[in-house]
């Protein structure tokens, strides 16, 4: 499969966990974005690499979230003290420079 | 910041009908408009897109057409099929093509049913 994968694809947490989600880009695409889409709405930006370097975080991206691209490859988001109003379908995409974004299957997190 | 309004938020066609989706946006340096399919429980899959210099873009059924002025974008399926029930969303990025600074902002969606 040569598409955006992330892992898990799902996971229940307890409030005030910490929890780590992973992404795998397409490999030749050096932007790596992350999303997160509450039911009903459509996605929303929070933050975004290009190769290694994180280039833009929104202000939805508070002080418990935080992303990192070690290697310009796959990605990492971490949620540090999980609150309820986390919970949702956190997307990755990747593309190539500035082309189109290809999305991920996403990780469904619930936290209870 | 940009803002993406799409309407309308649901829409139900017969089959063989043509469905139409429209978006404005805020930002008049948005200069790449993308469309998206969502469905049930899967990811959002890239449809057609549009950038700035071009007024209109067809692949078969689908059609996306661009009116720079006044700030609206629009997406035309036409022969509508079961298979084309999904959310759509339209979505806009400033400065460069399919990015900026990695920055699509997205519309709410729109919730097409196509009835047998």
């Known amino acids: 499969d040569t598409g955006v994968s992330q892992n898990p694809r799902h996971k229940i947490t307890k409030r005030g966990q910490n929890v780590t989600f992973r992404c795998d880009p397409i490999?030749?695409?050096?932007?790596l974005y992350w999303y997160r889409q509450t039911l009903g709405q459509g996605p929303e930006f929070l933050t975004y690499?290009?190769?290694?370097?994180?280039?833009?975080k929104s202000r939805l991206l508070s002080d418990r979230f935080s992303a990192e691209r070690p290697k310009g490859s796959f990605s990492t988001l971490e949620i540090q003290r999980t609150e309820q109003g986390d919970s949702a379908m956190y997307l990755c995409?990747?593309?190539?420079?500035?082309?189109?974004?290809?999305f991920g299957p996403g990780t469904r997190l619930t936290v209870l | 910041g940009e803002n993406v309004e799409q309407h309308p938020s649901t829409l139900s066609v017969q089959e063989g009908d043509s469905a139409v989706i429209k978006c404005t946006y805020s930002?008049?340096?948005?200069?790449?408009f993308p469309w998206y399919k969502q469905e049930l429980g899967k990811r959002p899959q890239l449809i057609i897109d549009?950038?700035?210099?071009?007024g209109e873009k067809k692949d078969q059924r689908i059609a996306v057409t661009l009116n720079k002025t006044a700030k609206h974008f629009s997406l035309h399926i036409t022969e509508t099929q079961p298979e084309d029930s999904a959310v759509y969303f339209c979505?806009?990025?400033?400065?460069?093509?399919?990015?900026?600074?990695?920055?699509?902002?997205f519309g709410k969606g729109t919730k097409l049913s196509v009835k047998p």
């Open positions: 995409a990747s593309s190539l420079q500035a082309t189109s974004k290809f």
């Open positions: 490999s030749e695409h050096n932007r």
């Open positions: 690499f290009q190769n290694e370097a994180q280039l833009e």
């Open positions: 930002d008049s340096a948005s200069n790449y």
């Open positions: 549009i950038r700035s210099n071009v």
């Open positions: 979505a806009a990025s400033t400065r460069d093509y399919g990015g900026s600074q990695g920055n699509l902002i």
